[in-house]
């Protein structure tokens, strides 16, 4: 659409790129990582020790 005014492009530029990053900052926070357990990490530790060549 060229026959659109320039500020009008700039306006919905500036409206997208808002609405992406509200959108990735959203998906950002709202992850939330489950704490591994204690004995897994132990477990695997172990058995990272124990090389058989």
Do not use: R
């Not at 009008?8 to 704490?35: A, D, R």
Request: net charge positive; charged share 10%.
């Amino acid at each position: 659409m060229p026959q659109m005014a320039p500020i009008n492009w700039l306006s919905l530029f500036i409206m997208f790129s808002m609405t992406l990053l509200l959108f990735n900052i959203m998906n950002y926070y709202s992850y939330t990582p489950k704490p591994n357990n204690v004995k897994e990490v132990n477990k695997i530790s172990s058995l990272s020790s124990n090389w058989k060549w």
